[in-house]
């Protein structure tokens, strides 16, 4: 089963617009991460929020965390045509195992 | 290797078949996950080694799946008596010291049971 559930599940944006994606589970958690797929196949870290922590930059990405609201989201400024992917989140909540989404998916127009 | 490695990228095979996949994860990680993920779906939790035992194989679907991890380093998922509902894509991730770090995963390989 499913722990986050992302949306919007598509989302199309002009190069140099703001991409926000969000993602919501449903129990507690020991961290969320974020992960990017181009083609279908592998997947490569972003970035790794703990239960802990509230916000978190790298480069062009900013992610926060609301344990409260059992929602993160991930902001991608402004965007170029290379990010366009699709993005997952992914949460830790049994220290086996990542749970993972079924992904937003951005396209972002030259 | 620099990166998580699996073989082969690709494989077809008839149903009924035995399939095997593999995965070379990065030197150093005592953990590995397979993950398997279908198309318009996000991956979807199989198996989890810590060294060479499996910590954590509740997402197996069923005992037709296998997987082992004999020295800690090279794993494969073993597949027998594949059915058509198992194509997909299988992914391979290590990490350092488990979830509470970094996944790398593997570019997959794409099984097709026709």
């Known amino acids: 089963s499913q722990q986050g559930e992302e949306d919007p599940q598509a989302l199309s944006i002009q190069e140099g617009e703001n991409a926000t994606m969000n993602c919501s589970y449903k129990t507690s958690i020991n961290n969320l991460q974020w992960y990017r797929q181009n083609s279908g196949r592998g997947l490569v870290h972003l970035i790794l929020i703990r239960s802990n922590e509230r916000e978190k930059h790298s480069g062009r990405l900013r992610v926060t965390l609301d344990t409260s609201k059992k929602s993160s989201s991930l902001l991608i400024t402004a965007s170029r045509a290379a990010d366009t992917a699709s993005y997952f989140c992914?949460?830790?909540?049994?220290?086996?195992?990542?749970?993972f989404g079924e992904g937003t998916q951005l396209t972002v127009n030259p | 290797g620099a990166g998580v490695s699996q073989t082969p990228s690709n494989k077809v095979t008839e149903k009924g078949k035995y399939v095997e996949l593999r995965c070379d994860p990065i030197s150093g990680h005592t953990a590995l996950y397979w993950y398997r993920q279908s198309l318009g779906q996000g991956p979807e939790f199989l198996i989890y080694?810590?060294?060479?035992?499996?910590?954590?194989d509740s997402g197996l679907p069923n005992d037709r799946f296998f997987a082992v991890r004999p020295e800690g380093s090279v794993s494969t998922l073993k597949i027998q008596r594949t059915e058509r509902g198992d194509s997909a894509v299988y992914l391979c991730?290590?990490?350092?010291?488990?979830?509470?770090?970094?996944?790398?995963f593997g570019q997959g390989t794409r099984l097709t049971v026709v």
């Open positions: 992914a949460t830790d909540t049994s220290g086996s195992r990542l749970t």
């Open positions: 080694f810590q060294g060479t035992g499996a910590a954590d």
């Open positions: 991730a290590s990490s350092r010291y488990g979830t509470a770090t970094e996944a790398f």
